[in-house]
T-cell receptor, first 114, second 114 residues
């Protein structure tokens, strides 16, 4: 079934650690996004990508990096985790051209930095 | 860039009553306006969307209206039920083939009182 998958779903990690949040989609979508969201609060765009080898920064990108080597895979890396990174991270995808452009979200990764 | 404002931030209604959530946007080039419902601990799910060439769209108990001149759009839920309780996000997007971002509102927490 076409979907968006995120791993891990929950992560508790110490300050200063490097972490990578995984996102994969089998929707066949070109565009992918990473959002940070505190529970029930607004979504903040961190990074997005139009396709392979394309990455763009959003509002909260300064402390993280992304890569897009394969269409279906869009990992997010925090080089040095801090308590302020504690939040939920949502990955999303949408088609680039043609058809409805609705955005589909993954289940999220809930990150706690101690 | 685009700025989307959403009101109210919280809304409580009695079961069976109607609920209305309003959003305004700043960029007249925005042409796609989705609404997402996010239940506690779950991912945002698209519930209805509207494009700039349409003034109103309805799907059972849910409807969305768009006023391009005033740059505002609204979500209308009729005959509310307890399962409608969730956080609702509006969004605005520009274009389909170019690097369009989704600009989200700050969310409305809807509580339907049985």
């Amino acid at each position: 079934e076409a979907d968006i998958y995120q791993t891990p779903r929950y992560l508790v990690i110490g300050t200063g650690k490097k972490i990578t949040l995984e996102c994969s989609q089998t929707m066949g979508h070109d565009k992918m996004y990473w959002y940070q969201q505190d529970p029930g609060m607004e979504l903040h765009l961190i990074h997005y990508s139009y396709g392979v080898n394309s990455t763009e920064k959003g509002d909260l990108s300064s402390e993280s990096t992304v890569s897009r080597i394969r269409t279906e895979h869009f990992p997010l890396t925090l080089e040095s985790a801090r308590p302020s990174h504690t939040s939920q991270y949502l990955c999303a995808s949408s088609p680039l051209a043609g058809g409805p452009e609705e955005q589909y979200f993954g289940p999220g990764t809930r990150l706690t930095v101690t | 860039g685009e700025n989307v404002e959403q009101h109210p931030s919280t809304l409580s209604v009695q079961e069976g009553d109607s609920a209305v959530i309003k959003c305004t946007y700043s960029d007249s080039a925005s042409n796609y306006f989705p609404w997402y419902k996010q239940e506690l601990g779950k991912r945002p799910q698209l519930i209805i969307d509207i494009r700039s060439n349409v003034g109103e769209k309805k799907d059972q108990r849910i409807a969305v209206t768009l006023n391009k001149t005033a740059k505002h759009f609204s979500l209308h839920i009729t005959e509310t039920q307890p399962e409608d309780s969730a956080v609702y996000f509006c969004a605005a997007s520009i274009g389909m083939n170019t690097g369009n971002q989704f600009y989200f509102g700050t969310g409305t927490s809807l509580t339907v009182i049985p």
